[in-house]
């Protein structure tokens, strides 16, 4: 009696422990494929455990054969969805893994033996209340059962060991299936010879060993699990290494990118090197380089934990080759866009100059011919300050062409335009200092004033031109003067329009004045922040 009351609690210390961690699992959330399997591994042993406390309290040749039935549907389904489990969980090919789901037919096989015994007796040779005497098949699917189990465990410390190191997850799980495993061989074997089966009975111990795994190791952490599988299927290729430069995980990006197999850092710069070509090693932060046209950038950097303790370093590597295109092209299209927009520039100034000065010598010519040489003095010095104000015009559009440097600052966007000027004095006067906060207005600036000078020059006979920038808190201040010939009335063509244009799109003002004999002013603000 003592006996069967110990039997008892411990039977169902151990049913309460595996339901207990079943529920565990299932209240986290996490229904991927290693956890359902797992469960499945949990519930076969819950089967076998609630057929032993059956069998204690069998009475009858019905009540036993009632309990061995559900007791082998739980060891039919143990061993091979351990193996599918051991599968999943040392990431093993995706080939072995769908042969192993062919597994389970073993299993049914076993238990329509067991199911229709009565007939041939090969698994159970005598059944009865009063004694069991097992049959050949029996002895068969044990075995097969025990190579699934051990099959398992050796999957586990292959994918999850490191030379002489096992990792703690692979250890205990290995020992949850291997102690009862052992009992069980020692049971059938006849040394160890008790009233109950303690095969189930030992599954006491292994949920000990599972719950350390799961609370300790994080065995079927959702956050974990996620994150792998994040990592397991990103684009960037990921590699981790320990402190000592030992190899301890790489995605699958990485092992298709390098797919030869390296231990360590070294042989991973190693691998890279014969694919890329080039030397690279662990001191450099970033790279870039070339595998068979593909372009890749390289980054590394180290892991610390809260208290600044180097644990481990990551490398990670990311195809570039979309992103190198596109800037190419784009380097190309703004090359193109600026040619069209210097060519748009020649064409629409140095153009218009070039031809007033082919109508003035084609007059000149014509004056020539038909003896009036009045005029000719006056073409000529039109012809002379138009010449002038193209070659600005020209000088002005290949500074540009050649250089945008000067567009670093107002400052020396409007000395290019003032410096290519030589037939006109030209003074720069420069208030205030001049800070990132104007940057934004440089390019209206540069050709705002080029269009005034330009003007200035064809258009004034101006013989200076003084030109002052206001660097102020909340704005900008431009005003050029010129001490041309000036006028009552101001009309705003397509270069005055252009620049109003220009300024009001940035939020600024512009006001254009002048009087006859007193040359032309343009004043420009522009607030900024």
């Known amino acids: 009696m003592a006996v069967t009351v110990t039997a008892s609690v411990l039977l169902l210390t151990g049913l309460c422990g595996m339901l207990g961690t079943v529920g565990w ?23 076998w455990l609630v057929s032993q406390l059956l069998i204690i309290f069998s009475v009858n040749n019905t009540q036993l054969t009632v309990s061995y039935l559900i007791g082998n549907f739980g060891i039919c389904l143990f061993s091979p969805f351990w193996l599918m489990f051991s599968a999943e969980y040392s990431e093993t090919s995706a080939k072995f893994r769908n042969a192993v789901k062919f597994f389970p037919v073993v299993s049914v096989i ?9 007939l041939h007796r090969l698994y159970y040779r005598e059944f009865g209340i009063n004694g069991i005497t097992y049959g050949i098949m029996f002895y068969i699917f044990q075995l097969l059962f025990y190579i699934f189990i051990l099959l398992g465990i050796s999957l586990m410390f292959i994918r999850h060991s490191k030379g002489s190191t096992v990792s703690a997850q692979s250890m205990f799980l290995a020992l949850a299936a291997a102690v009862p495993l052992l009992i069980n061989i020692l049971s059938v074997c006849g040394i160890i010879n008790t009233e109950i089966e303690l095969t189930p009975l030992f599954f006491a111990f292994s949920v000990i060993m599972v719950l350390i795994a799961i609370r300790r190791y994080g065995l079927l952490d959702i956050n974990q699990i996620a994150i792998q599988d994040t990592f397991d299927n990103i684009g960037t290729a990921a590699a981790v290494f320990d402190t000592e430069g030992n190899s301890t995980y790489s ?21 890279l090197a014969v694919l890329s070509g080039i030397e690279l090693n662990s001191s450099e932060s970033s790279a870039e380089f070339s595998v068979e046209n593909e372009r890749y950038s390289l980054k590394s950097s180290r892991i610390c934990n809260e208290t600044g303790t180097e644990i481990a370093g990551i490398v ?3 195809n570039i080759t979309e992103y190198y295109e596109l800037a190419q092209a784009e380097k190309k299209l703004s090359i193109e866009h600026e040619r069209n927009r210097i060519a748009q520039e020649i064409h629409d100034s140095a153009g218009h100059t070039f031809t007033m000065i082919s109508s003035l010598a084609k007059i000149t010519e014509a004056e020539l011919k ?7 003095p006056q073409y000529i010095a039109e012809i002379d300050g138009l010449s002038r104000s193209g070659i600005t015009q020209l000088r002005c559009s290949i500074n540009n062409l050649r250089d945008d440097e000067f567009m670093t600052s107002v400052v020396r966007a409007v000395k290019t335009v003032t410096d290519a000027v030589r037939s006109i004095e030209v003074d720069v006067c420069v208030q205030g200092t001049e800070d990132s906060r ?22 004034s006979g101006a013989e200076r031109i003084d030109i002052i920038i206001k660097f102020l808190d909340d704005r900008l201040e431009l005003y050029i003067f010129d001490n041309g010939r000036g ?43």
Do not use: H, W
């Open 25 to 47: 699992i299932l209240s986290r959330g996490n229904k991927n494929r290693m956890t359902r399997l797992f469960i499945v591994c949990q519930l076969s042993i819950v089967l």
């Open 251 to 271: 995605n699958k990006a990485m092992k298709k990118l390098v797919p030869t197999d390296f231990t360590d850092i070294s042989g991973f710069y190693a691998a």
């Open 316 to 318: 990670l590597i990311s």
């Open 438 to 459: 104007y940057a934004f207005c440089i390019r209206q600036v540069y050709d705002s004033v080029k269009e005034t000078v330009t003007n200035a020059m064809r258009y």
């Open 487 to 529: 006028c009552d009335n101001i009309k705003e063509n397509n270069g005055l329009s252009g620049i109003r244009r220009r300024i009001e799109e940035i939020g600024g003002k512009v006001r254009f004045s002048s009087v006859e004999g007193e040359g032309f002013t343009t004043m420009i603000k522009i607030p900024v922040g």
């Open 110 to 118: 076993m238990y329509a033996v067991v199911a229709t015994n009565p």
């Open 370 to 376: 038909n003896g009036k040489i009045g005029n000719i």
